[in-house]
């Protein structure tokens, strides 16, 4: 059983649509969470939910808004896209806020054309 | 300001033999947590091991050790009898009670040589 999952795991586009990416755990965690991973594979956070309320929104564009909608769910809508999107998502969630490890999805390629 | 610190950028090991990856950290806060992952080329972040601050022994996981110097604020990984399988980019990351972030290093890309 895959814990976290996200789909899709590769998406191209062009500058200026928007796109959606899903995340599901089956862990039964509290806390989910959003990354971006960059070329150089600098991880950094994007955003967390806890019980599907917002704690961490880390200075996102607000081209970028997650949704919630129930504590297994958190995902991740980018409107107007830019070339400068083009990293790596990734998702990941942990039992809850605190000194709790984090388990991560696959990751989503996302490659703005 | 929390900072996490990775000095090496890529390490060469041959097989069998033990590896360090170093680790240094900085924050206020006296409650914190530090983890390591690995993300082999196949780009999945893999959990590793975790160090609490207030945990008075090293962390161990099978062939995975974190070496915790609380005064020096280090936190090294430790892979005994490193395999092939062992080549991948490795993060070092830490997570303090104030603001509940977790912040990465730029990690090390270990490299096994057979």
């Known amino acids: 059983d895959t814990a976290v999952s996200q789909t899709p795991k590769y998406l191209v586009t062009q500058m200026g649509n928007d796109k959606s990416i899903k995340c599901e755990q089956n862990l039964g965690h509290d806390t989910m969470y959003w990354y971006k991973q960059d070329s150089k594979k600098f991880l950094k956070i994007m955003f967390s939910y806890n019980n599907k309320e917002l704690i961490i929104n880390e200075t996102v564009p607000n081209r970028f808004s997650p949704k919630s909608p129930d504590k297994a769910h958190l995902n991740l809508h980018i409107n107007s896209l830019e070339l400068g999107d083009s990293a790596v998502y990734f998702c990941?969630?942990?039992?809850?806020?605190?000194?709790?490890?984090?388990?991560f999805g696959p990751g989503t390629r996302l490659t703005v054309t | 300001a929390q900072k996490i610190t990775q000095t090496q950028p890529g390490m060469f090991v041959q097989e069998k033999e033990a590896v360090t990856l170093d680790c240094t950290y900085d924050?206020?806060?006296?409650?914190?947590?530090l983890f390591w992952y690995k993300q082999p080329s196949s780009g999945e972040m893999i959990f590793l091991i975790y160090?609490?601050?207030?945990?008075?022994q090293n962390a161990t996981e099978g062939r995975y050790s974190l070496n915790f110097q609380k005064a020096r604020k280090s936190a090294n990984l430790v892979i005994s009898a490193s395999q092939l399988g062992d080549s991948a980019m490795y993060f070092c990351a830490m997570r303090d009670n104030r603001d509940d972030k977790i912040i990465f290093g730029k990690g090390t890309r270990l490299h096994i040589l057979p």
């Open positions: 924050t206020s806060d006296p409650s914190y947590g």
């Open positions: 990941a969630s942990s039992l809850r806020t605190g000194l709790y490890e984090q388990y």
């Open positions: 160090q609490g601050s207030y945990d008075q």
